[in-house]
């Protein structure tokens, strides 16, 4: 019985549309800049929160209607909700989702039985995945919501943690790898600290550094090919999280010998907790090389927590796509929506309208970005702005070919520097509205 009867395959029908549970920009076969949205944007359906979330918060039980779910924590109910959420993928057009180890397979009273329950599930993925064709993006464990966790799993002071996580991670990856998925996500939940008056810093960071090399080590073991990724997040649910955000991830990733081995899997609302904007995420991993996947969603400027709101801001999706695009695209990675309907927003219809509205949303981003680099003003502004360094002393800088003895002799020649240009801040923001 399916469990949306009442809703067939989404259909893209252009801008005109009234139509809500319709594409009015996401149309998979449209080709932008010789290739198709669907290849451009990769959308992917995360399993935690459009089949997991009971939407309940601080103050109050879960609003969530879900028929098809019985509440219960057997594997039967998590093999029925499998189907349901490939129903949901398959209706909906994308070619992609993304799980946790434990919100798909219910954690048992062992390690043993907890990987007997992720295997029962894991068959109904991968039969699920065989019927519609979706693939899976990414796999992670969850090593967070467990109280063994709450001192961290890679940091916890205690070994022991260490050891379970570091099992679960193995599971983990070994489902991933059998389930075909393209990457894997390390995202540290509770990897950092409540109070420093009880850590030792040092020694966590190097705690976590060794649990990557060991997962770098173990997925050369099983052959997975897969690209691992680093999420980076300031704070929530610690105080301060060690992954705080693109610039500290790729820093510890240097320092401890994992920059080939991982790229950033980059959220729109854990920049916003960083202080950043997504586009400054974007434009950091990008010029590091290590621009992978990024978790679409928002925050709401008013609230300072991780609201994991769908994206619906053109700006927004346009930025991202400018860096993207800039970048040469998501080659293993995704536009996964780590997002979740409002509280408010408990029917089943809501999960298909917060994911048409993202996915309008990127499409829109994708053709307006495409139209602003055809244009080539921007481009050409940022271009000509630095032309200084093109030819005479900036060239010189460039390659190396003169130090600060070179440049006194050049400037006390010269007796004072070259007038600068204005930044034109306000003119580029009215050329980009010319598109919006
Ligand atoms: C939480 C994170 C989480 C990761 C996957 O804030 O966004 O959902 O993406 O573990
Ligand atoms: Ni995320
Ligand atoms: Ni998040």
Redesign the pocket.
Known sequence: MPAFPDISRIAFEGAKSKNPLAFKHYDANEKVEGRTMKDWLRFSVVYWHTFRNRLSDPFGAGTAIRPWDDGSESVENAQSRARVAFEFIEKLGAPYYAFHDRDVAPEGATLRESNKNLDAVVKVLKAEQKRTGVKLLWGTACLFAHPRYAHGAATSCNADVFAYGAAQVKKALEVTHELGGEGY?F?GGREGYATLWNTNMKRELDHLAKFLHMAVDYKKAIGFKGQFYI?P?PKEPTKHQYDSDAAACLNFLREYGLIDHLKL?L?TN?ATLAGHTMQHELEVAAAAGALGSI?A?TGDAMLGWDTDQFPTDIYLTTQCMLSIMKAGGLTTGGV?F?AKVRRESFEPVDLFHAHIGGMDAFARGLKIAAAIRADGRLAKFVHDRYSSYDSGVGAKIEAGSVGFKELETYILKKGEAAPNTSGRQEMLENLINEFI
């Open positions: 996500v995202w999420e997040k899997n959220e854990h978790d969603n996964n780590d």
